[in-house]
Nanobody
């Protein structure tokens, strides 16, 4: 079992930045593909970005490409999401998720149902 805990959310003005962290316990994250998802009120949970177990490859949703950056530090069992140039439409609860299936092949799943472990989420609110 892997337990994931997100932190770093908050209220920020449009154009501002936030850095989210996702710390894992229970198992090392080095064999997991990691993803960040978000869910706005009344909307489906959507894929934001994923990163392979080594950190060597990433995949971003078009809506955040060029503004968000995912990284990971396997020694610290932590995944980060640096969010710059935030927009009001980025307002959502952000979740990190982990999956081992396909991880060694470098697969980055974009479907939420493919992920096995989830954190409790952290709220990000961007004011205009």
């Amino acid at each position: 079992q892997v337990q994931l805990v997100e932190s770093g959310g908050g209220l920020v003005q449009a154009g501002g930045s936030l850095r989210l962290s996702c710390v894992a316990s229970g198992r090392t994250l080095s064999s997991y593909t990691m993803g960040w998802f978000r869910q706005a009120p009344g909307k489906e949970r959507e894929f934001v970005v994923g990163i392979t177990w080594s950190g060597g490859r990433t995949y971003y949703a078009d809506s955040v490409a060029g503004r968000f950056t995912i990284s990971r530090d396997n020694a610290k069992n932590t995944v980060y999401l640096q969010m710059n140039s935030l927009k009001p439409e980025d307002t959502a609860v952000y979740y990190c998720a982990a999956v081992t299936r396909g991880a060694l092949l470098g697969i980055i799943w974009k479907e939420k149902n493919e992920y096995d472990y989830w954190g409790q989420g952290t709220q990000v609110t961007v004011s205009s």
